[in-house]
């Protein structure tokens, strides 16, 4: 298994390679300046158009909580990668990485998802930036 | 169920390090290019056009990603042609990237989204039913010319005839608009006068080479092309995309959720 997940990231990276030169609407949303990552649960998942979202709740130092918004890829084009609906579920503890919303709200693009067992899928567009 | 998706997006990972031939064995597929009645390729199907990798997986899997013109291709720019090609982001994302507020790509671009493409082929007319933004093209293949005094529209007016197995389609009538998705360090426009012709041919009979020529005379000095490929994707079918549903992050500008109140 170490050896797959070994190979998911050789993708991961490879897919990364193609995705910076590409573009769409994730350069008038998001700022690839200004990476996010967080660890948190999972609150809700919006399995809509364009883009799926779900959202994260943070526990901060403080204790308290916070909500963060990620923007997925669109769900033909997981469903057609082999990711699901039931991939990512409410209550499921999951690292997240991706870069934030250009208005500076808890909004990001979602593109890493690793989940509590090591278990890491790539959930954005074909156009977003990929975190590395 | 979750741990099978998550197997196969692991699985598509690796092929996409891996060549096709390693991992599309599962894959359906035929011996020769189908045929019409009269004689002319077949491409009916569900394609993935030039915004995928054509690397098949398993389960019939491919792996999109966004396709841009490549400058190498580009012929010489006319006199302030470069100018009008490479518009500089003015921060309005109407021009910058209008996709952004859910209005149409156009065409060509539309041919590069990295969505899938269905064909359907019948006597007379070849129809491009494109998935991303649910766009179409109906093209006559009986030889009729443009028509007189073309309304100028996003995927513009298209004719198409055979030159043997090459289905040839001639496009104009496209209004001014970004050519492809490529915003840095400009935004690629097309004129007015963009005048695109189109070239696919089965390479085998499960893909296809499929060229474009832009013939932009307001911008380039001469027409240039670009090859891509198509391939045949059996088990596809095309998902519903609608950008309107759910576009909460438009300009920038990130709407608070439900769950973020």
């Not at chain 1, 990276?13 to 999972?42: C, I, M, N, R």
């Not at chain 2, 513009?156 to 608009?177: C, F, K, N, P, Y």
Request: with cysteine; proline share 7%; aromatic share 10%.
């Amino acid at each position: 298994m170490k050896t797959r997940f070994g190979v998911c990231a050789a993708g991961v990276l490879l897919l990364s390679a193609v995705a910076v030169f590409a573009h769409h609407a994730f350069q008038a949303e998001y700022d690839a300046t200004k990476p996010v990552k967080v660890t948190g649960v999972v609150k809700k998942v919006e399995w809509t158009n364009p883009h799926i979202w779900f959202y994260v709740d943070v526990k901060e130092d403080s204790g308290k909580i916070t909500t963060w918004g990620f923007s997925g890829g669109p769900p033909g084009m997981l469903m057609r990668r082999g990711i699901t609906r039931d991939v990512l579920k409410p209550g499921d503890t999951v690292k997240v990485e991706g870069f934030r919303a250009k208005d500076g709200s808890n909004n990001a693009s979602g593109g890493n998802v690793t989940f509590a067992d090591g278990r890491k899928v790539f959930a954005g567009a074909a156009e977003d930036v990929v975190p590395q | 169920m979750r741990k099978s998706s998550l197997s196969v997006l692991l699985w598509l990972d690796v092929f996409v390090i891996m060549t096709a031939s390693a991992w599309g064995q599962a894959v359906p597929t035929r011996q020769s290019i189908p045929r019409t009645a009269d004689g002319k390729p077949d491409f009916t199907g569900v394609w993935a056009g030039p915004g995928f990798t054509h690397r098949v997986g398993p389960n019939d899997t491919d792996t999109p990603r966004v396709s841009n013109f490549d400058p190498k291709n580009f012929a010489p720019f006319k006199a302030g042609g470069e100018a009008l090609f490479m518009q500089k982001e003015t921060g309005e994302v109407l021009h910058d990237d209008p996709t952004a507020k859910c209005l149409p790509d156009g065409f060509p671009r539309e041919a590069l989204a990295p969505y899938a493409t269905q064909i359907l082929q019948h006597p007379g007319v070849v129809i491009f039913l494109y998935e991303y933004m649910h766009f179409f093209r109906v093209v006559p293949t009986d030889g009729r010319p443009h028509p007189k005094d073309v309304e100028p529209t996003f995927m513009g007016d298209s004719v198409a005839h055979w030159e043997g197995d090459t289905l040839v389609i001639d496009t104009m009538g496209l209004r001014e608009w970004t050519l492809d998705a490529t915003t840095r360090p400009a935004i690629r426009y097309h004129s007015d006068a963009l005048h695109v012709i189109e070239r696919i041919q089965y390479t085998d009979p499960m893909t296809a080479s499929y060229q474009i020529t832009i013939d932009d005379p307001k911008i380039f000095t001469r027409a240039w092309s670009q090859d891509f490929g198509m391939k045949l994707h059996p088990s596809w079918k095309l998902y519903e995309q609608v950008c309107e549903e759910n576009n909460r992050c438009e300009d920038g500008k990130c709407t608070a959720a439900d769950a973020q109140k």
